[in-house]
């Protein structure tokens, strides 16, 4: 009985230890196991990440030492720090203008003009305008020029518009006479100083004739001061006949001596020698001495062209005028000149003077 009382006290005593050794479960809501879940899965794909970046990056340096000679890598160094500064800037960093003014601030060796300077810029938060495009500067140019050019113009408006409602314009308006000053302007205000200047000065003064070619002579000047209107167009119409009939003939005998007929030129020189001849029977029935000595002069130079025999293409220049006869028109018209001159000088005249 003792024995089976003590077997029942043992086991009630390692009942009541083994209730009081075992602990209550814990219990967990879904949400929780699931947040705790999703971060273990999180940190754990980081660390594959950063191995696998690892791994790439020693296979990368592999690969690049094998080929060509290796690199030296040089060794970085970077230390914390307060304030930014340009030598611990790098290509892909940024820095603002806070940043280098809390830096210069702190900075014994700049300027207080310096700092004033930058303290300003941070103030104003203007941007800058985007230069112009060259199209639209190129625009502004004509713009202003084109006002330039119109103010120009607008100051001749008002001669413009007289001019417009003028009945009659002479242009140019203000034209000096052309052709050779008159004697009397160049010596006006020169003085005569020697005797011999004193007396060419009073000739030209008491002259009356034209000194240069001029259109009228003071006398003529005189004279058309004194006509009325009428008489002066009547004039005028007589000197522009006179300068029409003497530019005419001037034209005809220009076309007469391009002329290169024979047969013309004999019936010219036939007709010549007849109007003479009958001009010279003329002044023998008006004026016997005078057609005597004209006579003699004629008998005279066709002696003297018969001893010398100059036109008849016989001397120097006639020989070498016959070589560049066959090539040059000039130098055979200079011969057959000759050749007439010499017939008309040793062609003797016969007149009858009773």
């Known amino acids: 009985m003792a024995k089976v009382s003590k077997i029942r006290k043992s086991k009630k005593k390692s009942e009541v230890a083994g209730s009081s050794s075992k602990k209550p479960p814990v219990v967990y809501d879904d949400e929780e196991e699931e947040d705790v879940c999703g971060a273990e899965e999180d940190v754990s794909s980081e ?3 950063g191995e696998d970046e690892r791994k790439r990056q020693k296979l990368l340096e592999a690969i690049g030492a094998l ?33 280098l003014i809390g830096t210069i601030e702190k900075t014994p060796a700049a300027t207080a003009q310096t700092k004033k300077h930058l303290k300003n810029l941070q103030r104003s938060k203007n941007t800058v305008e985007c230069p112009l495009s060259k199209q639209e500067n190129e625009r502004i140019q004509r713009d202003v020029a084109f006002q330039k050019a119109a103010s120009e113009v607008s100051r001749w408006q008002s001669i413009i518009t007289q001019n417009q409602r003028a009945e009659q314009l002479v242009f140019p308006l203000n034209q000096e006479p052309s052709g050779p000053k008159p004697i009397e302007q160049v010596v006006m205000g020169w003085e005569a100083r020697t005797p011999l200047e004193k007396e060419i000065f009073s000739l030209l003064a008491a002259n009356k004739q034209p000194i240069l070619d001029a259109v009228l002579t003071p006398a003529e000047e005189a004279s058309v001061k004194a006509m009325d209107l009428e008489q002066v167009k009547i004039r005028r119409a007589e000197r522009q006949k006179a300068r029409a009939l003497q530019s005419y003939y001037e034209a005809k005998a220009r076309r007469e001596r391009k002329i290169k007929s024979k047969k013309y030129h004999k019936v010219q020189n036939k007709a010549k020698r007849k109007e003479f001849v009958k001009q010279f029977e003329e002044l023998v029935k008006t004026d016997p001495a005078a057609a005597l000595e004209e006579l ?9 062209e018969r001893m010398s025999l100059k036109h008849q293409n016989s001397g120097k220049w006639a020989k070498s005028k016959a070589i560049m006869a066959k090539y040059d028109e000039g130098a055979r018209k200079a011969m057959q000149q000759q050749l007439e001159v010499n017939k008309d000088l040793t062609q003797k005249l016969v007149t009858s003077l009773s």
């Open 67 to 99: 080929g060509g000679k290796r690199k030296h890598a040089l060794a970085e160094r970077s230390e914390a720090a307060v304030h930014m500064s340009e030598f611990s800037m790098t290509a892909d960093d940024e820095a603002d203008l806070s940043d």
């Open 296 to 304: 003699d002069k004629m008998e005279r130079a066709r002696m003297q």
């Open 47 to 49: 660390e594959d990440d």
